[in-house]
């Protein structure tokens, strides 16, 4: 499924890592893919979707 959405452009992903840790993959959704989830959930405007669903605090 997470290959079907890259492919998509519904998800992105970035690599991060430094000489001591290994590296890793986050994804996030591209603004496709934010646009698809608005229509998906029902929201009015992606503020509406960004207010229910804040990105959490790092630490």
């Known amino acids: ?3 079907h959405a890259l492919a998509e452009g519904i998800f ?3 690599s991060q890592g430094t000489a001591h840790l290994q590296s890793s993959q986050r994804y996030y959704l591209t603004a496709q893919g934010i ?3 608005v229509w998906a959930l029902g ?3 992606p503020s509406d979707f960004v207010r229910t669903y ?3 605090e790092s630490g």
């Open 12 to 14: 992105a992903r970035v």
């Open 43 to 45: 929201f009015a405007t």
């Open 35 to 37: 646009g698809e989830t």
């Open 54 to 56: 804040p990105r959490p």
């Open 1 to 3: 499924m997470v290959h």
